[in-house]
């Protein structure tokens, strides 16, 4: 499953093709980095880059894209979580090799008591939004470069 993350990484921030990652979940300060991931199972994640990922994105069958962004309160992996979640959804599409569930992760904290939980997670969904606006640019820009009819109407995505 193709991801995107400002979720800290317990190997640094610095990016690099290929290099397997996992997620410092003790770190919930939102990075001013995105990393364009694949999962392969169950804590078991790869750093793609943006390179990657749009080539995977393009090579698969997928028309549209969803892209997930998920509450408060959420984690990358366990009993309905994010990336249960998204399998979830991904499943309960008709004609779901038309589309791709892609999560974007944003992170979040355990605090005791909701109401904490709720307005720390805030802060953090809030210092997000300018780095998964940066990725929303991103796939504009891949799709406007995609290719094009003759009368000038896109295709696919």
Same mark, same amino acid.
């Given at each position: 499953?193709?991801?995107?993350?400002? %979720?800290?990484? +317990?190997?640094?921030?610095?990016? *690099?093709?290929?290099?397997? *990652?996992?997620?410092?979940?003790?770190?919930?300060?939102?990075?001013?980095?995105?990393?364009?991931?694949?999962?392969? &199972?169950?804590?078991?994640?790869?750093? !793609?880059? =943006?390179?990657? #990922?749009?080539? +995977? !994105?393009?090579?698969?069958?997928?028309?549209?894209?969803? !892209?997930?962004?998920?509450? #408060?309160?959420?984690?990358?992996? &366990?009993?309905?979580?994010?990336?249960?979640?998204?399998?979830?959804?991904?499943?309960?599409?008709?004609? %779901?090799?038309?589309?791709?569930?892609?999560?974007?992760? $944003?992170?979040?904290?355990?605090?005791?008591?909701?109401?904490?939980?709720? $307005?720390?997670?805030? +802060?953090?969904?809030?210092?997000? =939004?300018?780095? #998964?606006? /940066?990725?929303?640019?991103?796939?504009?820009?891949? %799709?406007?470069?995609?290719? /094009?009819? %003759?009368? &000038?109407?896109? *295709? &696919? #995505?």
């Amino acid at each position: 499953m193709l991801f995107i993350t400002n %979720r800290n990484f +317990k190997e640094g921030k610095k990016s *690099v093709a290929g290099r397997k *990652v996992s997620f410092d979940m003790k770190d919930n300060e939102p990075s001013i980095s995105v990393f364009f991931c694949e999962r392969d &199972g169950k804590d078991k994640y790869v750093e !793609l880059m =943006s390179k990657g #990922f749009f080539q +995977k !994105l393009k090579g698969s069958k997928c028309k549209q894209i969803l !892209l997930y962004i998920h509450g #408060f309160n959420n984690f990358p992996e &366990g009993k309905n979580q994010i990336f249960e979640r998204a399998a979830t959804m991904q499943k309960m599409i008709p004609a %779901r090799d038309n589309v791709i569930v892609i999560p974007m992760i $944003w992170p979040c904290d355990n605090d005791i008591g909701i109401i904490l939980d709720y $307005w720390d997670d805030q +802060k953090s969904a809030e210092a997000s =939004s300018a780095g #998964f606006a /940066r990725i929303l640019g991103l796939f504009l820009k891949w %799709r406007d470069k995609q290719d /094009r009819c %003759r009368n &000038g109407t896109r *295709v &696919g #995505f």
